[in-house]
């Protein structure tokens, strides 16, 4: 039996899935495409998450595009985090060009250009599906990590959150808990009850966690929190049979890291919280995917990381896969790397020491071939080639397979300004979310409060009907209340007092 031969049987008996399946390309041995070989992936396992990574320019937005495009197909809908802004396009059908009649003459699939269902998002002023969450349902500790508050500070915020609760305050946005914050700090009556009924509480510490809710709104988390908050259902959208695309627009994301954690990590909370337990559904309910992922890793503190490994681990039994894509493997953490089931692997380059041994650690991950010199071969990736390796129906990882990428069917290119109003203008959900709903919430309240107990204290002229006009006073009464009178009558009392101590005095001598 001649290489391909084996090559073939081995790779056909790990990728042929026979329940419902997506195909990536064609497997590739010694440079050439082998089209009896399809790199098949089992709708089964994909909500184990997975990984795109490899060097710039190496197609891995193409990659993303292609999955997005194969998932939507089979009903599956997905998030997708378009840090770049240049997924848009999916929206439009694609157009064949020269490339893409070779690269599917050699793969023998059929192409067919055409548009997927998408849906634009944004947390800041971007056109698309305004994303907002309440401060209430990120609740104390959720909002504390993102803060990045100690482990004082953080049950300080929990006593503030049961202070609320207890005093019907709704934590809406930020400038509630900064009222709240405030009330509790500089009011004498809220002072007071926090310190009865809670303990006593340091003003520094309440300061520094006012500070931070200061650093956070200078990202713009100001637009982010509010109602009407979210509702996560609205991922789950299918049309004519195709799982909508929904495109989250952060390309703004290097400028304001922490919003992009708080955001993500918002998402799984309330995802994990909201969606039942799916056990073996056969395919996913939802597909996350994190484009650039390392601008998450890289500004998260190690308590936000551990909220997210937790996720990682948590979320799959919901039937939701998470996919990051970044540059090198090692751009997420081992703990989360361990738990990724789907690994497309793009060219990487070894043009230094630092990144050699990154190629090196990126193999040792794979499953081992003889079909390859795969620490080699890694850096000869050609544009659209990858190495993938996957786990099969029983949830066993496949070979390692260099594969022949599929180009997308939709546009390769983002959408114009006028597409981008068109398909708002036309959004259900735009419409839904579109108007902030300032309702009465913990600022609104307090500040009533704070106005009365003002009013108490200083009490206001009485005014209508109930109130009698005040008697005039006569013309003895104008004269003593005057400042002429009042000289008179104190330099008549003095006077008076000299005169009987005088008296006193006399007796006293005779």
């Given at each position: 039996m001649s290489d391909?031969?084996?090559?073939?049987?081995?790779?056909?008996?790990?990728?042929?899935?026979?329940?419902?399946?997506?195909?990536?390309?064609?497997?590739?041995?010694?440079?050439?495409?082998?089209?009896?070989?399809?790199?098949?992936?089992?709708?089964?396992t994909v909500n184990r998450h997975g990984l795109i990574a490899g060097a710039t320019g190496t197609g891995k937005t193409k990659t993303l595009q292609v999955f997005v495009e194969q998932?939507?197909?089979?009903?599956?809908?997905?998030?997708?985090?378009?840090?770049?802004?240049?997924?848009?396009?999916?929206?439009?059908?694609?157009t064949e060009n020269?490339?893409?009649?070779?690269?599917?003459?050699?793969?023998?699939?059929?192409?067919?250009?055409?548009?997927?269902?998408?849906?634009?998002?944004?947390?800041?002023?971007?056109?698309g599906v305004k994303l907002?969450?309440?401060?209430?349902?990120?609740g104390p500790i959720l909002l504390s990590k993102i803060?990045?508050?100690?482990?004082?500070?953080?049950?300080?915020?929990?006593?503030?959150?049961?202070?609320?609760?207890?005093?019907?305050?709704?934590?809406?946005?930020?400038?509630?808990?900064?009222?709240?914050?405030?009330?509790?700090?500089?009011?004498?009556?809220?002072?007071?009850?926090?310190?009865?009924?809670?303990?006593?509480?340091?003003?520094?510490?309440?300061?520094?966690?006012?500070?931070?809710?200061v650093a956070m709104e200078q990202q713009g988390a100001t637009t982010f929190f509010g109602e009407p908050s979210f509702d996560v259902e609205d991922l789950l959208k299918i049309r004519d049979g195709k799982g909508v695309v929904n495109i989250f627009r952060v390309d703004d994301i290097q400028n304001k890291p922490n919003l992009f954690s708080t955001f993500i990590l918002s998402l799984f909370a309330e995802i994990y919280m909201t969606f039942p337990?799916?056990?073996?559904?056969?395919?996913?309910?939802?597909?996350?995917?994190?484009?650039?992922?390392?601008?998450?890793?890289?500004?998260?503190?190690?308590?936000?990381?551990?909220?997210?490994?937790?996720?990682?681990?948590?979320?799959?039994?919901?039937?939701?896969?998470?996919?990051?894509?970044?540059?090198?493997?090692?751009?997420?953490?081992?703990?989360?790397?361990?738990?990724?089931?789907?690994?497309?692997q793009h060219a990487l380059r070894g043009f230094t020491a630092k990144d050699r041994k990154q190629i090196e650690k990126a193999v040792e991950n794979y499953p081992t071939t003889d079909f390859y010199k795969a620490n080699e071969l890694i850096q000869n990736l050609g544009i659209g080639e990858a190495f993938v390796t996957a786990l099969d129906e029983k949830g066993i990882p496949t070979p390692l397979v260099q594969t022949y990428l599929i180009s997308p069917e939709s546009r390769m290119d983002i959408l114009t300004e006028s597409e981008i109003d068109e398909l708002t203008r036309n959004s259900d959900l735009v419409r839904?979310?579109?108007?902030?709903?300032?309702?009465?919430?913990?600022?609104?309240i307090l500040n009533k409060r704070i106005e009365e107990h003002t009013q108490t204290v200083i009490p206001k002229p009485t005014r209508g009907k109930a109130a009698q006009p005040k008697e005039e006073p006569g013309m003895f009464e104008q004269v003593i209340e005057s400042r002429a009178g009042k000289t008179f009558l104190n330099t008549l009392a003095r006077e008076g007092a000299k005169f009987i101590l005088g008296m006193f005095s006399m007796k006293k001598r005779r």
């Open positions: 391909k031969e084996k090559f073939i049987t081995a790779l056909n008996a790990k990728y042929n899935p026979k329940g419902e399946h997506i195909i990536l390309g064609k497997g590739m041995l010694d440079g050439e495409v082998v089209t009896e070989v399809n790199v098949s992936i089992p709708l089964k998932l939507s197909h089979t009903g599956v809908p997905t998030l997708v985090m378009d840090i770049k802004g240049d997924l848009s396009g999916i929206a439009e059908a694609g020269d490339n893409i009649k070779d690269r599917y003459s050699k793969t023998k699939l059929p192409y067919s250009p055409q548009s997927f269902p998408v849906e634009l998002m944004t947390i800041s002023g971007a056109k907002r969450a309440t401060v209430l349902e990120f803060l990045g508050l100690n482990d004082t500070q953080q049950s300080i915020m929990s006593i503030v959150f049961k202070y609320c609760d207890d005093k019907a305050l709704p934590l809406v946005d930020l400038q509630d808990l900064k009222k709240v914050l405030q009330y509790v700090t500089d009011n004498p009556i809220g002072k007071k009850e926090l310190a009865d009924n809670y303990g006593s509480i340091a003003s520094a510490s309440l300061g520094a966690i006012l500070r931070s809710i337990e799916e056990g073996d559904s056969g395919k996913p309910k939802l597909v996350l995917f994190i484009d650039e992922a390392h601008l998450l890793f890289n500004e998260a503190s190690k308590t936000l990381l551990s909220q997210i490994e937790t996720m990682v681990k948590l979320i799959r039994s919901k039937g939701i896969g998470i996919y990051f894509i970044t540059q090198v493997p090692g751009d997420v953490p081992e703990n989360i790397l361990s738990q990724l089931g789907l690994k497309i839904k979310y579109e108007q902030s709903i300032d309702k009465e919430s913990a600022y609104e």
